[in-house]
């Protein structure tokens, strides 16, 4: 599925420049009273932080949001540059002309979509030892409007991708735009991916209401258990939707009952059917649990692998696992891998990933030999139906701070 010169991922998220500074003693986190150890939104050039954050004589600049993570990794992973292209919106600033040029050093296509009236996006990260007090500001990260996605530059871009991927933050603020990449998928037979994001989005009854909408469109659906389980709340107390979306929504994501239950996509979805006849599969992590993956279609097919351990001493920051295990799991998808091989690598990868503070690409190449090898003896890459069950203890934590990033 991969080949020639254009992207085969593009992928639409919140671009951010991460920030990093070291804050001794927390003495930015007392000065500006923030909540500390925690990811936060708030008005970083109205308070003076970002202008406090400057004077600093060291800080390193990294591309952020939980998008632009994903496609990163992803180049780190194929080492074919250009293979992911990253659309989004950005602010006509230094600020943007810095985070486009780390992002085309990783290897990574960019068609952003600029604006004069609003500043890039950050993410202030104050580091005091074990401790990341985060900073956002959104900015022009918030602004992508269907105008933005059709133009001269994009169409032949999209048109030649095999996977769309769509971050939960995004749809929250661009819709509209997110449901033309869904129905654009849809039309010309490409892959569509959609990532929850966070808890307190899946609180939010607008961002429920888009998602339903959207579904029928999602090919491949990614969240961890918890923002899983905040979501299906949220359709069961604010939405008025039938007793068996809810009932069949909450038994897969809980495994409990599910083996008893006839689900079809047509239980899962109120909206009308999609035409492409592919099934939707739902990715669901929960930490050092194993990887539930559930393929919807004519008949439902339940997979779960288990998470290797992870010696402790070798993680470092857990920020973007999330990310980086839905980029190992692109990487093979698209390679034509089973869903065992997807779950499995974008494991690996997020492990790797967790051994890097903040989400640095590694220095060395991956071990691309290893997957190339395994897929190419594998003569059968039917979706598995089953695997073990069992999960040996382990330090993998696929959490992500609460940004809409």
Partial sequence: MTGGNHPVLAAFGNPLLDIIVTDEAGELVEKFNLEKDVAQEIDTYGTGLYEKVMEKTSVEYVGGGCALNTVRVFQWLSGVKNESVFLGGLGTDESGDILETIVNRDGVQT??????????????ALVDGAERTLCANLGAATKYDTSDLWNNTNMPIMQNTKVIYVEGYFLAHSFETSMELATF??????????????EYV???????????????????MFGNRSEFDVFINTVE??????????????????????????????????????????????????????????????????????VPELDTDLVKDTIGAGDSFIAGFIYVFIREGSLRDCIEYATWTAQKMIQQVGVTLPGLAPERHLLDHDLANKKNIKRSASCGQDSPSCNLSIERKKIKS
Avoid at 111 to 124: E, N, R, S, V, Y
Avoid at 289 to 298: A, D, F, L, T
């Fill in 111 to 124: 068609a952003f979509a600029k604006h004069q009236d609003l500043p890039t996006g950050h993410c202030i």
């Fill in 237 to 306: 107390a604010k939405l008025d939707t039938s007793s068996s979306v809810i009932k069949n929504l909450r038994a897969m994501i809980t495994g409990e009952g599910v083996d008893n239950l006839d689900v079809k996509i047509e239980n899962i979805c109120e909206s009308p059917v999609r035409s492409k006849p592919k099934s939707l599969i739902v990715v669901v992590t929960e930490g050092c649990q194993p990887v539930q993956c559930y393929s919807i279609g004519e008949r439902l097919k339940r997979i779960s692998v288990p």
């Fill in 202 to 220: 899946c609180e939010d009854i607008s961002y429920v209401e888009n998602v339903l909408k959207i579904l029928p469109f999602v090919d491949i």
């Fill in 185 to 198: 998928a849809q039309r010309n037979q490409i892959t569509f991916v959609f990532n929850l994001c966070g």
